[in-house]
């Protein structure tokens, strides 16, 4: 999952349970919808990226790089404390939230794209709730 800065989900993927998180990092980032408001072209894609150590990798900085966004990724080896949980636990947050829909917790589908329906109902419905909160 990819969200904004205030942990609304923006695009979400489903892979196998034994393949790495990083494979779906291009993906997800190409996935975003257009962003509206400014007149003009519409932003396909954030700013910055913030990811933790698993996503450390100077192929994927690079990769990042040429869509036009700029990483901050925490480096492996290094001490804790880079500042970057303080935005990383917005995308724990819109985690936690998916982990509330029962269907989502534990996988009962045994179909790809059923489970997909599912995660996109539930987005949808986090996304309904913080628009509702917002008025």
Same mark, same amino acid.
């Given at each position: ?10 695009? *979400? ?8 998180? *990083?494979? $779906?990092?291009?993906?997800?980032? $190409? ?18 990226? #913030?990811? !933790?150590?698993? #996503? !450390?990798? !100077? ?18 080896? $290094? ?6 949980? *303080?935005?990383?636990? *917005? ?24 489970? !997909?329906?599912?995660? $996109? ?6 996304? #309904? ?7």
């Amino acid at each position: 999952m990819i969200t904004e800065a205030h942990g609304t989900p923006l695009a *979400v993927t489903h892979t196998g349970g034994n393949r790495n998180d *990083v494979t $779906q990092l291009i993906p997800l980032l $190409q996935a975003i919808p257009p962003v509206r408001g400014r007149r003009g072209r519409p932003r396909h894609r954030p700013r910055r990226l #913030y990811a !933790d150590r698993g #996503y !450390d990798h !100077d192929s994927h900085r690079r990769l990042v790089r040429a869509l036009g966004i700029t990483p901050h990724i925490a480096r492996r080896g $290094q001490p804790h404390g880079s500042g970057l949980g *303080v935005h990383r636990w *917005v995308a724990e947050r819109a985690l936690a939230w998916l982990h509330g829909f029962r269907h989502l917790r534990i996988r009962w589908e045994r179909r790809d794209d059923i489970h !997909d329906g599912f995660l $996109q109902l539930a987005t949808c419905i986090i996304l #309904y709730r913080r628009v509702r909160a917002l008025r």
